[in-house]
């Protein structure tokens, strides 16, 4: 069975130029986890989620896992935090 909210739950905001971005989202991509990414220079709505999160910051990446959010978080938090509220979507014969 396929879970069709699974992209919202874990949502990276980034903005380009960002090499702490794309340092994460490559990191995202390799672990498998499907994510919705959301450019917050092109997304008023996004940017505004943001500041709410990082004290009226612009600070990216800032990522929403299952409604939590955090700022400028190391993939390791992102992926345990991913282990605490969907462990399935890292399970799998690629994952070690």
Do not use: H
Not at 7 to 33: D, I, M
Not at 36 to 43: A, F, G, H, M, S
């Amino acid at each position: 069975m396929v879970d069709v909210t699974v992209p919202e739950l874990v949502t990276v905001y980034w903005r380009p130029g960002c090499p702490y971005c794309f340092g994460l989202r490559r990191g995202l991509r390799r672990a498998g986890l499907q994510v919705t990414e959301v450019n917050i220079w092109k997304d008023p709505e996004a940017a505004a989620t943001v500041r709410a999160l990082a004290g009226g910051n612009e600070t990216v990446p800032t990522v929403v896992v299952a409604g939590a959010g955090m700022v400028n978080p190391r993939l390791s938090a992102v992926l345990d935090a991913v282990r605490s509220a969907a462990p399935e979507l890292l399970a799998g014969p690629s994952q070690s």
